[in-house]
């Protein structure tokens, strides 16, 4: 039997689709996190605990483990762990992504130098230490522009300003943040704010060759101060010569980065000028938005993800035809959630599949830039892009969010 191991961070959403996808391909799961794992039941005999921020420890742990209980593939499930799982990839010597390219998608400036040298269209940016005059960086840069952290994600700390006192405001928020989250960076990355619609592409590498598995649109305008996900509805809407040029220009980035091996989830814009790389991610979707995803004959994403690294045949990377979306539902104010109403209503609107509510009763729920988790998600879907659309915006209406 093959054995996979799954690097699962503790905030993950990702674990139960793995593990249910690896029953479904009868594979042997060991299970590793950074402290013992609420799974725990369901693999007793095969969970790690390691520490993810030293990859190259993590890799020789591994490699002792796997000499009495062989690995066969490596699979960390989120941005925390693309790195660790590089290296431990390479430690066992299974094809992976370099230790290098994962790490270029896990440091915003290094990305942009990397996409910046290979001519991949990209917003113009400038590093800004918080330690330098802000004042001065203020008067020297271009606005609009989007201030962000080097290595946060779920869009935490990404803030647009507008003017020099905006800048100031937005970089000192930025040091907050960076602070509570045990963050130790002086640095931060200031870009032009590129205007148009945003997509994202989910994708698969193999051997450096991109599959482009689903386009989203997300048709709620982003135009900040904060970038809050909600819907993402696919296929995409756009023309087919624009997807094709988003698809084209993915490729171009994930090579630039160095990226080979795996699942890939990119951002991008898209306006007169053309597509601009927002990011790219050596991952697949977060949250539980993966449920909108099904291949060939009904295989998810995450099987999809398992067979490519355990070299297994892989049918068909087709899409199911039918349109589907995922509301990420909005956190709308602060404080502690108390109760979610109206479930079963919203999941009487034609062609919503499911309403998921992942934040727990007491929960305490921050709004961005400081915060990062989910309320909950919302799925649907319909014969159009823009009924799944409208199902999931008619289901959002008829919730109702308690929050004291
Ligand atoms: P994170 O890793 O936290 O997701 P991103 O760099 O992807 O950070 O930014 C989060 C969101 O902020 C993007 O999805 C996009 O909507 C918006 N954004 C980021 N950079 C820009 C930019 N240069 N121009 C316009 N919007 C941006
Ligand atoms: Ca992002």
Redesign the pocket.
């Known amino acids: 039997m093959q054995r996979v191991l799954l690097l699962l961070p503790t905030t993950t959403y990702r674990t139960q689709a793995f593990l249910d996808a690896a029953r479904t391909l009868g594979v042997e799961v060991v299970c590793a996190s950074e402290r013992p794992n609420v799974f725990a039941e369901q693999a007793p005999d095969n969970l790690l605990t390691l520490d993810f921020d030293h990859p190259e420890s993590v890799a020789e742990a591994v490699r002792r483990f796997g000499q009495a209980h062989p690995i066969d593939a490596v699979v960390g499930v989120d941005?925390l762990t693309t790195v660790v799982a590089a290296a431990v990839a390479q430690r066992l010597g299974l094809p992976a992504n370099s230790v290098t390219a994962a790490a270029a998608t896990r440091d915003?400036h290094v990305m942009r130098q990397r996409l910046s040298e290979a001519g991949v269209p990209e917003?113009g940016?400038r590093p800004i230490s918080l330690d330098d005059d802000l004042a001065v960086a203020a008067g020297d840069i271009g606005y609009p522009?989007?201030l962000?952290?080097l290595r946060?994600?779920?869009?935490?700390?990404?803030i647009?300003a507008d003017t020099p006192a905006e800048f100031g405001a937005a970089c000192r928020r930025i040091a907050e943040i960076l602070k509570q989250a045990g963050d130790p960076s002086r640095t931060l990355l200031a870009?032009?704010?590129?205007?148009?619609r945003?997509v994202?592409l989910e994708g698969l590498l193999v051997g450096g060759a991109l599959h482009t598995l689903a386009l989203f649109d997300?048709p709620d305008p982003?135009?900040?101060p904060f970038?809050e996900?909600t819907i993402y509805v696919t296929p995409s809407r756009l023309p087919a010569a624009e997807q094709a040029r988003i698809s084209t220009d993915t490729a171009r980035a994930a090579t630039a980065l160095g990226l080979e091996e795996g699942p890939i989830h990119a951002?991008l814009?898209i306006n007169a000028r053309g597509p601009?790389v927002?990011?790219v991610?050596a991952r697949s979707i977060g949250g539980l938005c993966s449920r909108t995803l099904r291949f060939g004959t009904g295989m998810t994403l995450e099987e999809l993800i398992l067979r490519h690294a355990l070299g297994r045949k892989i049918e068909s990377y087709d899409r199911e035809r039918r349109p589907a979306g995922v509301m990420m539902i909005p956190i709308p104010r602060a404080g502690r959630l108390q109760a979610v109403a109206g479930i079963e209503r919203a999941e009487a609107v034609a062609g919503v599949e499911e309403v998921a509510i992942t934040a727990h009763r007491g929960q305490e729920l921050v709004l961005l830039p400081e915060g990062w988790q989910y309320l909950g998600f919302i799925f649907a879907r319909a014969d159009t892009p823009e009924e799944v659309e409208r199902a999931l915006r008619e289901a959002h209406a008829r919730l109702h969010v308690d929050i004291t």
């Open positions: 941005d915003k917003p940016f522009c989007v962000k952290p946060l994600s779920a869009s935490r700390g990404v647009r870009e032009e704010f590129i205007p148009g945003e994202a997300k982003l135009d900040g970038f996900e951002e814009r601009f927002i990011e991610a």
